[in-house]
């Protein structure tokens, strides 16, 4: 009887230790994990949330040392600012999802570190090198490399095939030109009998962005590769603002007035509008709530095809350890991965930020069963960097008014954008000096 009490207590013991072990186990497992803090903005409105929570998760179960703690922050303005205001609070994210553009702001206020500084393998250097180009113009300066591509764009035109079928428009063929954009807006605007509009512009959020689109169609780049000038009032952006304006004024294709960038999706879902230009981040939302059948195009032309990139890069905060250095790179590197990149374009519409995300078998097969995918890739041809200066807020500010006044008629475009010039280059002077 002793002898099995004996036994018995010898086996509670042995449990109570191994349980002890096991806790003693966890919780230096627990204290091995390296936590990261990650910022990132939604643009585009939808359930993006859901993706990266899910995306996230799926990270950590096959990371169970990295924990990541991804905040949705806003839109791109509210994400850097909330960025920067934990890092002056001492409370600094090891990585974020901010604005491509940010780059200077970023650098001139030592917050960020080159991923240059960060990889170590000859694997890590070839991952640097695998994003399209014209993806990492906006993330490059001076030979480092800042930014990685992750919810990247360009802009595309939408149109509505059954809008232009009931106007007598080939519901195949989308404008190629800014004329004839003009004349198959005006053509649908009257087919409708004012119910409808043709064509709709958003000149809120980023009236910059689809400025930059227009100038550019019009062989026109508006700034510099340093940051340190730039070029609103140059007659080829006066033109392509004048363009804009008589959307509405001279062909009334298009409402006057200012257009929201918020809203405009829906206006096309509502059929308000048989053509908008947009983010290709709305495209998996339109594909899925659209009660008509719809087209996706490259912007139209004038001297050439063009539209700026868009979106929102990977950024490494300089306020981290070694130790959380290599954690986000793992994090990031397996959030840009072919398949991951490929997923994410399928969820949002978002293009695959590297060749080899389409050569995916399944972008490869959503490409084919849905060719509208492949056109802000392709578009990537015709592209070119998104505006980005120092004091890039004041400097993009000036051009938004610029645009607004423009359309709203409260000034001629020439008043306008000279007026945007001398703003900016007001903001600029001290950087076109020190250069």
Not at 26 to 55: C, F, R
Not at 171 to 200: F, L
Not at 217 to 225: A, D, S
Not at 300 to 316: A, I, V
């Amino acid at each position: 009887m002793n002898a099995r009490l004996s036994s018995k207590t010898s086996k509670l013991k042995m449990s109570g230790l191994a349980a002890a072990g096991l806790l003693a186990a966890g919780s230096l497992s627990a204290q091995a994990q390296t936590e990261l803090t990650m910022y990132y903005p939604v643009a585009v409105g939808g359930a993006l949330t859901d993706v990266i929570d899910g995306l996230v998760e799926e990270f950590e179960s096959e990371h169970p040392d990295i924990s990541v703690n991804a905040i949705y922050a806003g839109n791109y303005d509210d994400t850097r600012v909330r960025a920067m205001s934990a890092i002056e609070a001492d409370d600094a994210p090891q990585l974020s999802v901010l604005f491509s553009i940010d780059l200077f702001d970023l650098l001139e206020q030592d917050a960020i570190l080159a991923f240059d500084e960060v990889v170590e393998t000859d694997e890590e250097r070839e991952w640097l090198d695998s994003f399209y180009p014209g993806l990492m113009e906006n993330g490059q300066i001076d030979g480092q490399t800042y930014g990685i591509p992750f919810q990247r764009s360009t802009i595309v035109l939408y149109w509505n095939k059954d809008a232009f079928e009931a106007a007598g428009l080939d519901p195949e063929t989308p404008p190629e030109t800014w004329e004839e954009m003009a004349e198959m807006g005006a053509a649908i605007r009257e087919a409708s009998g004012g119910e409808q509009w043709g064509v709709m512009v958003p000149s809120t959020g980023y009236p910059y962005w689809m400025f930059q689109a227009f100038a550019f169609q019009n062989g026109h780049r508006l700034m510099n590769e340093e940051g340190t000038e730039v070029y609103f009032d140059d007659p080829a952006a006066i033109e392509a603002l004048e363009y804009w304006v008589a959307l509405a004024q001279e062909h009334e294709a298009m409402p006057d007035g200012t257009i929201e960038w918020g809203t405009l999706r829906q206006n096309f879902l509502e059929q308000s509008t048989a053509m908008m230009w947009h983010s290709t981040g709305n495209l998996t939302a339109v594909r899925n709530e659209a009660s008509f059948d719809f087209g996706v195009a490259m912007l139209p032309m004038k001297e050439q095809r063009g539209s700026p990139t868009g979106g929102g890069n990977f950024y490494l905060f300089k306020e981290s350890s070694e130790e959380e250095q290599r954690a986000a790179m793992t994090f990031i590197r397996w959030m840009t991965a072919p398949e991951r990149a490929a997923a994410w374009s399928i969820e949002t519409g978002y293009m695959g930020v590297s060749p080899a995300a389409y050569e995916t078998e399944a972008l490869r097969d959503y490409v084919e069963e849905f060719p509208p995918a492949a056109v802000a890739r392709d578009q990537l041809e015709h592209a070119t960097a998104e505006l980005a200066t120092y004091q890039g807020g004041r400097v993009r500010r000036a051009l938004d008014n610029a645009v607004q006044a423009a359309l709203t008629g409260q000034m001629s475009p020439e008043e306008a954008l000279k007026q945007a010039q001398a703003e900016a280059d007001a903001a600029l002077r001290r950087y076109a000096r020190s250069r």
